[in-house]
């Protein structure tokens, strides 16, 4: 005879392969519905999930036990005598119908207590089934009155209850001796009453069960009690038990109705196995019976109730008698017990009390008559899912036997109409696409002109005069302190070195901006246009129906996205920085009095800012190179628009052209008018003195600019370097962004996204791949073409047919 170990790694194999089967034969009727009898799919899923079960235990290696009885009926007892101790709640206490486990240990350190608590809404739960129990007419008084009291306890102490529900993980307690656990135990399920409703699950590991091996006892709540959640605990413990041990009451020889009901469960459960081939019938309470004629007459009655279990596995037992004598009672039982009696009672009868020879025939099945119950369900197993498989391909292969397997027949089903419908639909979102380009993205203008931006680079136009102005006032250098600690740096505030302290505060300010520029201008500007790119991208993947993969494609996204994006941020800095750095050095880098070899060597693009100068003070000058003006003479505007009568009547065009009467009247008026404010007692032929030398030095000064004289003190420095600031600020704002020509950037960049969607599928037929491969694997339901029923069912036919063939291979493998 094989070996239990032998026997599980034999049967464990055979299972694993017949799992294949069972899985590929569930796949497969979920896919044929209509060809398979609803009958035979039942059957089919109904031995899945036992097979299922059978692999989960075997993977396990563990041996579950039932134990099962009606209520009172010594189920407790029975495990407190096997563990030669009372610790389980047992006798005429209310036990709750709590559910116990008890594990074997392998070592006395793996010995633990563990105490699961129902949550808030099992409580609730329970409290409503005990309602229905109630008023049902099923239960006797006596069943009634007990759910009653556990009712009435659970409302009483429904907050204590709730208490103890919240400890999510429940109790744990390690021991190496059984006895320390005994008190807390006892406490939970007698003296705590509250704790006691809200225990749901006990689980004890002991090396007094057998510590070779994974054995589990289930004490499984009474079928009889009346409430629906321990009923379904305990057919949740017969489905997966190994074997039983049925707890009957000796002078009871009748089997009930709920006694029936577990055992119709236990027998449906594990249809290829009887019931007898793995149950032990325990006759508890065997002392209560008066002498041996009795004993024999009712153990004969018993025996009628079992024909097929073997005598060894029909056991009369007295587990108190047990305990008393073996054990460790508990106070309770020995008040009730007086060893002698016990013992002279049981040999009046002529029996002992059973535990032994239960323990010894528990022991022998588990190593010898289990292997041979295993066998004999796998063999069950594997046989009626061969039997379901061949009648599955039996019913299959006829139908989808001789479907096409080939991957270039599907394709021939995406031909020549799927090309015809792709063809339209291009030309129409070609069109489409180009209506909403010319709306949405294209500029108004010509490039660079204002009102040329589309509305995201206007906006964008704003946040650059924003980001310029944060820059330039924010500068270091700038500040007050800086600029008098720089300027008195080796020198005090004589004249001598004033000059010298403008050189040092324009060079440090000359660098740091030009640093600022070099590092954080352009962000703005290539995240606008990347907003816009955003935008096409989005475009482009709403007309292709969202297909997956379109912007990867358009973008070039196997490139790395950073790369790309600072490829337009690198473009828009070498921009900037042609018309923004020269700017910067016009300014900043010399003193007014220095700048004649600059405008000499930079003359080419002052002029260029001064062409796309877009300033709101454009045409209130005169002079032809207003830019130059102000670099060489460190003024914008001279003695007209100085005088407030005159102001507005000149043009750079018309300055110096205009009636010299005109100008010497409205002199004359504003210096008469200065003089009658200043002496009201001088002469007419004083103040006509007066006027003719004004209109003398006008016309002169309207003729040859005077340059601003040098400054001589820190703060006429910093009054000079505060308005080449400002000057600077200006021509950055209303012509560095024109003439470095941004828009045409963004333009461009636009352009290139947009002729590359189109080229991709006029030149490279990338598109209509994409879509191809999105209808085909029906991985889009927005494209609006829809496949023909016989295209799905050509796919179908195709996935069964090869699923036929992969069943068949594995039901050769299985047997």
Same mark, same amino acid.
């Given at each position: 005879?094989?070996?239990?170990?032998?026997?599980?790694?034999?049967?464990?194999?055979?299972?694993?392969?017949?799992?294949?089967?069972?899985?590929?034969?569930?796949?497969?009727?979920?896919?044929?519905?209509?060809?398979?009898?609803?009958?035979?799919?039942?059957?089919?899923?109904?031995?899945?999930?036992?097979?299922?079960?059978?692999?989960?235990?075997?993977?396990?290696?563990?041996?579950?036990?039932?134990?099962?009885?009606?209520?009172?009926?010594?189920?407790?007892?029975?495990?407190?005598?096997?563990?030669?101790?009372?610790?389980?709640?047992?006798?005429?206490?209310?036990?709750?119908?709590?559910?116990?486990?008890?594990?074997?240990?392998?070592?006395?350190?793996?010995?633990?207590?563990?105490?699961?608590?129902?949550?808030?809404?099992?409580?609730?739960?329970?409290?409503?089934?005990?309602?229905?129990?109630?008023?049902?007419?099923?239960?006797?008084?006596?069943?009634?009155?007990?759910?009653?009291?556990?009712?009435?306890?659970?409302?009483?102490?429904?907050?204590?209850?709730?208490?103890?529900?919240?400890?999510?993980?429940?109790?744990?307690?390690?021991?190496?001796?059984?006895?320390?656990?005994?008190?807390?135990?006892?406490?939970?399920?007698?003296?705590?009453?509250?704790?006691?409703?809200?225990?749901?699950?006990?689980?004890?590991?002991?090396?007094?069960?057998?510590?070779?091996?994974?054995?589990?006892?289930?004490?499984?709540?009474?079928?009889?009690?009346?409430?629906?959640?321990?009923?379904?605990?305990?057919?949740?413990?017969?489905?997966?038990?190994?074997?039983?041990?049925?707890?009957?009451?000796?002078?009871?020889?009748?089997?009930?109705?709920?006694?029936?009901?577990?055992?119709?469960?236990?027998?449906?459960?594990?249809?290829?196995?009887?019931?007898?081939?793995?149950?032990?019938?325990?006759?508890?309470?065997?002392?209560?019976?008066?002498?041996?004629?009795?004993?024999?007459?009712?153990?004969?009655?018993?025996?009628?109730?079992?024909?097929?279990?073997?005598?060894?596995?029909?056991?009369?037992?007295?587990?108190?008698?047990?305990?008393?004598?073996?054990?460790?009672?508990?106070?309770?039982?020995?008040?009730?017990?007086?060893?002698?009696?016990?013992?002279?009672?049981?040999?009046?009868?002529?029996?002992?009390?059973?535990?032994?020879?239960?323990?010894?025939?528990?022991?022998?099945?588990?190593?010898?008559?289990?292997?041979?119950?295993?066998?004999?369900?796998?063999?069950?197993?594997?046989?009626?899912?061969?039997?379901?498989?061949?009648?599955?391909?039996?019913?299959?292969?006829?139908?989808?036997?001789?479907?096409?397997?080939?991957?270039?027949?599907?394709?021939?089903?995406?031909?020549?109409?799927?090309?015809?419908?792709? #063809?339209? &639909?291009?030309? *129409? !979102?070609?069109?489409? /696409?180009? $209506?909403?380009?010319?709306?949405?993205?294209?500029?108004?203008? =010509?490039?660079?002109?204002?009102?040329?931006?589309?509305?995201?680079?206007?906006?964008?136009?704003?946040?650059?005069?924003?980001?310029?102005?944060?820059?330039?006032?924010?500068?270091?250098?700038?500040?007050?302190?800086?600029?008098?600690?720089?300027?008195?740096?080796?020198?005090?505030?004589?004249?001598?070195?004033?000059?010298?302290?403008?050189?040092?505060?324009?060079?440090?300010?000359?660098?740091?901006?030009?640093?600022?520029?070099?590092?954080?201008?352009?962000?703005?500007?290539?995240?606008?246009?990347?907003?816009?790119?955003?935008?096409?991208?989005?475009?482009?993947?709403?007309?292709?129906?969202?297909?997956?993969?379109?912007?990867?494609?358009?973008?070039?996204?196997?490139?790395?996205? #950073?790369? &790309?994006?600072? *490829? !337009?941020?690198?473009? /828009?800095? $070498?921009?900037?920085?042609?018309?923004?750095?020269?700017?910067? =050095?016009?300014?900043?880098?010399?003193?007014?009095?220095?700048?004649?070899?600059?405008?000499?060597?930079?003359?080419?693009?002052?002029?260029?800012?001064?062409?796309?100068?877009?300033?709101?003070?454009?045409?209130?000058?005169?002079?032809?190179?207003?830019?130059?003006?102000?670099?060489?003479?460190?003024?914008?505007?001279?003695?007209?628009?100085?005088?407030?009568?005159?102001?507005?009547?000149?043009?750079?065009?018309?300055?110096?052209?205009?009636?010299?009467?005109?100008?010497?009247?409205?002199?004359?008026?504003?210096?008469?008018?200065?003089?009658?404010?200043?002496?009201?007692?001088?002469?007419?032929?004083?103040?006509?003195?007066?006027?003719?030398?004004?209109?003398?030095?006008?016309?002169?000064?309207?003729?040859?600019?005077?340059?601003?004289?040098?400054?001589?003190?820190?703060?006429?420095?910093?009054?000079?370097?505060?308005?080449?600031?400002?000057?600077?600020?200006?021509?950055?704002?209303?012509?560095?962004?024109?003439?470095?020509?941004?828009?045409?950037?963004?333009?461009?960049?636009?352009?290139?996204?947009?002729?590359?969607?189109?080229?991709?599928?006029?030149?490279?037929?990338?598109?209509?791949?994409?879509?191809?491969?999105?209808?085909?694997?029906?991985?889009?339901?927005?494209?609006?073409?829809?496949?023909?029923?016989?295209?799905?069912?050509?796919?179908?036919?195709?996935?069964?047919?090869?699923?036929?063939?992969?069943?068949?291979?594995?039901?050769?493998?299985?047997?």
């Amino acid at each position: 005879m094989a070996t239990w170990l032998e026997t599980c790694q034999q049967q464990l194999a055979r299972l694993e392969k017949t799992s294949v089967l069972a899985d590929k034969l569930v796949t497969l009727c979920n896919k044929t519905e209509v060809d398979i009898a609803p009958e035979l799919q039942q059957k089919l899923n109904a031995e899945h999930s036992r097979l299922n079960q059978q692999l989960e235990r075997l993977r396990a290696n563990r041996f579950e036990v039932a134990v099962i009885g009606l209520e009172k009926a010594g189920k407790s007892a029975l495990l407190n005598a096997w563990l030669g101790q009372e610790i389980l709640p047992s006798a005429r206490e209310r036990c709750t119908f709590t559910s116990t486990e008890i594990w074997s240990a392998q070592t006395e350190q793996d010995q633990l207590l563990a105490i699961q608590y129902y949550s808030k809404e099992e409580i609730s739960k329970l409290q409503s089934q005990r309602r229905d129990a109630l008023a049902s007419a099923l239960l006797s008084d006596k069943e009634k009155k007990e759910i009653q009291e556990d009712y009435d306890d659970t409302e009483k102490n429904l907050s204590a209850i709730y208490e103890f529900s919240r400890q999510k993980s429940g109790f744990t307690q390690a021991f190496i001796d059984i006895s320390e656990i005994n008190e807390h135990l006892q406490s939970a399920i007698f003296k705590n009453r509250a704790q006691s409703l809200a225990i749901k699950r006990i689980q004890l590991k002991t090396v007094r069960l057998r510590s070779d091996r994974d054995i589990i006892f289930h004490d499984v709540p009474g079928f009889n009690s009346g409430i629906l959640m321990h009923a379904e605990q305990a057919i949740d413990r017969l489905k997966n038990c190994d074997a039983i041990i049925y707890a009957k009451e000796m002078k009871q020889p009748s089997i009930t109705g709920p006694e029936k009901d577990m055992l119709l469960v236990a027998d449906a459960e594990d249809p290829s196995i009887r019931v007898s081939d793995k149950i032990f019938v325990v006759l508890t309470q065997a002392d209560a019976l008066d002498d041996q004629i009795d004993f024999k007459d009712t153990y004969e009655k018993h025996r009628n109730y079992w024909p097929t279990v073997p005598e060894r596995r029909l056991i009369p037992v007295c587990a108190r008698a047990h305990l008393v004598e073996f054990g460790i009672p508990s106070e309770d039982t020995l008040r009730r017990s007086k060893s002698a009696d016990d013992k002279l009672k049981l040999k009046k009868i002529g029996i002992t009390d059973g535990m032994p020879l239960l323990k010894e025939a528990v022991n022998f099945y588990i190593d010898n008559e289990r292997a041979d119950v295993l066998k004999k369900r796998c063999d069950a197993l594997v046989g009626n899912m061969r039997h379901y498989a061949g009648e599955i391909l039996m019913k299959l292969e006829p139908i989808y036997g001789n479907s096409v397997t080939s991957e270039s027949q599907e394709d021939d089903l995406l031909g020549k109409e799927f090309n015809q419908w792709w #063809g339209r &639909e291009w030309q *129409r !979102i070609k069109k489409d /696409f180009d $209506v909403w380009y010319a709306e949405s993205i294209q500029g108004r203008k =010509e490039a660079d002109a204002l009102g040329a931006e589309h509305e995201e680079l206007a906006a964008l136009h704003t946040a650059y005069d924003e980001k310029i102005g944060a820059l330039l006032t924010q500068l270091t250098t700038a500040q007050p302190e800086e600029l008098k600690r720089i300027y008195t740096a080796g020198g005090t505030m004589s004249m001598p070195d004033a000059r010298e302290g403008n050189y040092k505060i324009r060079e440090e300010l000359f660098r740091e901006i030009q640093q600022k520029f070099e590092t954080e201008m352009t962000d703005q500007l290539a995240q606008a246009l990347q907003a816009l790119i955003d935008q096409i991208v989005n475009k482009t993947q709403e007309l292709l129906w969202d297909t997956e993969d379109v912007r990867k494609n358009l973008l070039h996204s196997h490139i790395d996205e #950073g790369i &790309e994006q600072a *490829r !337009i941020r690198h473009g /828009f800095q $070498v921009l900037f920085l042609r018309f923004g750095r020269v700017a910067v =050095e016009v300014f900043i880098a010399k003193p007014l009095q220095a700048r004649e070899r600059l405008l000499n060597e930079r003359a080419a693009e002052i002029k260029t800012l001064e062409a796309f100068y877009q300033g709101v003070e454009k045409e209130d000058y005169w002079q032809e190179g207003r830019l130059t003006h102000y670099l060489r003479y460190g003024l914008w505007e001279k003695a007209i628009n100085s005088i407030p009568a005159l102001a507005g009547k000149t043009s750079r065009t018309s300055a110096k052209t205009a009636n010299s009467q005109d100008m010497a009247d409205v002199v004359a008026a504003e210096v008469t008018a200065t003089a009658g404010r200043t002496s009201r007692t001088a002469k007419a032929t004083g103040i006509q003195d007066v006027v003719q030398e004004s209109v003398v030095n006008t016309k002169k000064e309207l003729d040859e600019p005077v340059k601003s004289p040098e400054p001589v003190n820190f703060e006429q420095v910093v009054e000079e370097i505060n308005g080449d600031l400002s000057a600077l600020q200006d021509y950055l704002k209303n012509s560095v962004f024109y003439a470095a020509g941004f828009i045409t950037y963004c333009n461009q960049e636009l352009e290139r996204i947009r002729n590359r969607f189109k080229e991709m599928e006029d030149n490279e037929r990338q598109w209509i791949g994409i879509i191809r491969t999105a209808v085909k694997y029906e991985r889009n339901p927005k494209i609006p073409y829809n496949i023909a029923h016989t295209k799905r069912d050509f796919r179908m036919r195709r996935e069964i047919a090869l699923e036929l063939k992969e069943v068949r291979e594995s039901y050769t493998q299985v047997h």
